[in-house]
């Protein structure tokens, strides 16, 4: 079955995302994680981001990067953060990768962005 993959640039647990939270809102510019920047209040996914979500034709899964990296082993030099799809037969394709998360500002660009690559 083909999933949306969305991988963050980020550690999991709630240690990690206590203090991403505190550095998107101190230091914005130097957070590593454009996706999770975009995609994220301080504490929550943005409610408008979860409904698109859930609009796609593909169930999602979220990944923070150790275990993507633990998941994926072929793909774990990829740079992080990015948004693929998992064929589930060992076919992984890319959709946005870092350079092309970064690069987008807000919700909207991501959302259309997104659309053009499925």
Avoid at 4 to 12: G, I, P, T
Avoid at 59 to 77: K, N
Avoid at 86 to 114: C, K, S, Y
């Amino acid at each position: 079955m083909t999933r949306l993959l969305l991988v963050y640039n980020a550690d999991a647990g709630l240690l990690a995302g206590l203090t991403d939270s505190v550095h998107k809102m101190v230091s914005p510019g130097t957070y590593p994680c454009s996706l999770c920047a975009t995609t994220y209040g301080a504490l929550t996914m943005q409610p408008r981001w979860r409904a698109y979500l859930r609009a796609l034709p593909y169930p999602v899964a979220f990944y923070h990067r150790p275990d993507f990296r633990a998941a994926f082993p072929a793909e774990a030099g990829r740079l992080l953060p990015l948004i693929a799809l998992d064929r589930g037969d060992g076919g992984f394709e890319m959709l946005l990768g870092a350079d092309a998360l970064d690069r987008l500002r807000d919700l909207d660009a991501l959302m259309t962005a997104l659309d053009a690559a499925l």
